[in-house]
């Protein structure tokens, strides 16, 4: 889990590849919990506020390039 200041150091090209990695573990963890093999259900939770965190920050980012 990283931070919104660790991830403001990110270019945008890292930021987007890890909000498509991101995705893709919200999309295993479904399939895990829809199976009744997910170990944990609060890792899905920490995966969904990741990405919230990093959507937020490449918005910031696309913002800040437009102005």
Do not use: C, I, W
């Not at 931070?3 to 270019?11: I, P, Q, V, W, Y």
């Not at 399939?31 to 910031?60: F, W």
Request: aromatic letters at 2%.
């Amino acid at each position: 889990m990283a931070t919104a200041k660790e991830l403001r150091e990110l270019s945008a090209d890292d930021l987007q590849r890890r909000a498509t990695e991101l995705r893709e573990t919200l999309f295993q963890d479904q399939l895990k919990r829809r199976t009744g093999s997910l170990d944990n259900p609060a890792d899905r939770t920490l995966h969904r506020r990741d990405l919230a965190r990093v959507l937020m920050v490449l918005g910031e980012k696309k913002k800040a390039a437009k102005a």
